[in-house]
């Protein structure tokens, strides 16, 4: 599995001011704490994201049944938060059953829903200095895109369309036909222009050995990935085209690794591949660094990746390990339902809510794709998930989740597609 791919989405941004609600008639005390709920569409198909989904169905769980009412025509609805166990939300789609599940979730805003499908991209070309390497490519922020290696001088990049017109900077790399090693040229600041052409002159110059010295590795972590990253703002520009590895050796691991001169933030990855648990699960982290042929990273207080999960008990799931967080996000889907659940950081389970038969949602006896992923906020409490603005999935960029203290710099993932007959042999390990 390609690492951090999954957690584009929680925390990203939110809207105000939804002051309409359906409810099922009862009194609602508009002084009492209230969740300001709004549910839009994802893309699929011909549809767009952000759609106002009216009509979905909201059920408030205080313990003693279920309260029901309805979004909208704008998509919104407003809860009363006293006492409130879980909040779901329920409509259907004609790719199926969406639910929702927030744990407790306290006052605040909610927005559900609005990823985006695949972005377009534009092309523009790069001229390098013929160096007759054997390979040749450009490094760019991630936000805008990746740049598969070219056997020519002449590289195609096709960068997301909301980067056109945008000034960033970019490194160009090619292997030198004598060593073979790569070498990097500065190209500067540039403006993606579609249809363009932009010359990198210069001299290529060897890139700088880089020594990573871990130590303080959550167990169980057997391998370790690490690249230098050159972070301003929320552009993360990679200097290097590829992670370093290495093996633990207890707590500890050494990478080395060669990049372009620079950089701030380390991107580090961890897990043990030869876990005895049919899924595999990592940590993805991005830490401060100063640069150095010597980086050393503490990874004391980093969160573990998970150690068991089990899809046997559908439409249950239960989880063990990864200790610690912020929020546990759960997506599984099965059976003509996508269920997203917004957890406690502590949950080690999640119970397919007790939707009412009248609403004619079917209940998942296996999952055919199920994601979880544990998020860590430095600096924030179990309590800021409550409002989590939850499910755009694509937010900047693909390897963090930016809230407004910044990039969450700590994550732990566990990813696994299977057909359903092999979800329901799963078990724990």
């Not at 006293?82 to 199926?96: M, Q, R, W």
């Not at 054997?134 to 369309?161: I, Q």
């Not at 940590?283 to 089990?310: E, K, W």
Request: proline share 8%; with cysteine.
């Amino acid at each position: 599995m390609r690492s951090g791919l999954v957690m584009a989405v929680a925390l990203a941004g939110c809207r105000l001011g939804f002051d309409q609600r359906v409810s099922d008639g009862s009194a609602i005390d508009d002084t009492a704490p209230m969740i300001e709920l709004r549910v839009v569409s994802d893309a699929y198909a011909a549809e767009p994201a952000g759609k106002p989904i009216a009509g979905a169905t909201v059920l408030a769980d205080r313990g003693a049944g279920l309260e029901r009412s309805l979004t909208d025509n704008t998509g919104a609805a407003q809860i009363a938060a006293d006492g409130l166990v879980a909040l779901h939300v329920v409509f259907n789609t004609e790719l199926g059953w969406r639910i929702y599940t927030l744990a407790a979730p306290r006052p605040g805003i909610v927005e559900l829903g609005g990823r985006t499908g695949p972005e377009p991209t534009r092309r523009m070309t790069f001229a390098l200095p013929d160096n007759g390497g054997m390979g040749y490519g450009m490094l760019v922020p991630e936000r805008c895109g990746f740049v598969p290696s070219s056997t020519t001088a002449r590289v195609a990049l096709d960068y997301n369309a909301s980067c056109d017109g945008q000034a960033v900077h970019v490194i160009a790399v090619s292997s030198d036909l004598i060593t073979s090693d790569t070498v990097y040229i500065d190209g500067g600041t540039v403006t993606l222009a579609a249809g363009t052409t932009r010359t990198i002159a210069g001299a290529a110059r060897a890139q700088l050995a880089r020594r990573f010295e871990v130590t303080n590795l959550p167990l169980p972590a057997t391998s370790v990935a690490a690249r230098l990253i050159d972070r301003a703002g929320l552009d993360l520009l990679p200097l290097a085209g590829s992670f370093g590895s290495g093996d633990a050796v207890g707590p500890s691991a050494t990478v080395d690794t060669f990049t372009a001169p620079g950089g701030n933030t380390v991107q580090l990855i961890f897990g043990d591949p030869n876990a005895p648990i049919q899924y595999p699960s990592n940590t993805t982290a991005f830490l401060p660094v100063t640069p150095g042929a010597r980086i050393p990273i503490d990874a004391a207080g980093l969160i573990a990746p998970f150690s068991s999960l089990v899809l046997t008990r559908a439409p249950s799931v239960s989880w063990t390990g990864a200790p610690g967080g912020t929020i546990t996000i759960l997506e599984a889907i099965g059976g003509g339902v996508q269920w997203d659940a917004f957890l406690d950081p502590a949950a080690t389970s999640v119970a397919f809510p007790a939707i009412p038969d009248a609403l004619g949602v079917p209940v998942p006896t296996a999952f055919d794709f199920a994601n979880l992923v544990k998020l860590d906020v430095p600096g924030a409490t179990s309590a800021g998930r409550a409002t989590p603005r939850c499910s755009r999935r694509s937010a900047p960029p693909r390897r963090g989740s930016r809230t407004a203290s910044g990039w969450a710099p700590r994550r732990t993932t566990s990813r696994w597609r299977a057909p359903a007959a092999r979800a329901r042999s799963a078990g724990a390990a």
